[in-house]
């Protein structure tokens, strides 16, 4: 079993920065590519940002230049440095790792609880 928890949410004003972290705990597992999703209320879940194991990132188009995803693999954790925030990023910010492990073949997908970003105008 593979746990991911995020931290770093908060209420900030427009134009101010916020930093996201999630930590990857566990036994046995291996993790490839990371990832950040956001739900704003009554929308659907969408990715942010990824970066993969080769530490090549991708963003979406409403937060490329503003927000920097990166990830520490000794520490097995992901960050999202979000800058020049908007109204509009306001949601729900959720952690996602795909990787290995025993327990079940193939490649799997591990999510985070989420952490709540609030942006006000």
């Known amino acids: 079993q593979v746990m991911l928890v995020e931290s770093g949410g908060g209420l900030v004003q427009a134009g101010g920065s916020l930093r996201l972290s999630c930590v990857a705990s566990?036994?046995?597992?291996?993790?490839?590519?990371m990832r950040w999703y956001r739900q704003a209320p009554g929308k659907q879940r969408v990715q942010v940002a990824l970066?993969?194991?080769?530490?090549?990132?991708i963003y979406a188009d409403s937060v490329k230049g503003r927000f920097t995803i990166s990830r520490d693999n000794v520490k097995n954790m992901v960050y999202l440095q979000m800058n020049s925030l908007k109204p509009e990023d306001t949601g729900v910010y959720y952690c996602?790792?795909?990787?290995?492990?025993?327990?079940?073949?193939?490649?799997?997908?591990?999510w985070g609880q989420g952490t709540q970003v609030t942006v006000s105008s």
């Open positions: 970066i993969t194991n080769g530490g090549t990132a």
């Open positions: 566990g036994t046995n597992f291996r993790i490839n590519d």
């Open positions: 996602n790792a795909d990787g290995f492990h025993p327990s079940a073949p193939g490649l799997l997908y591990w």
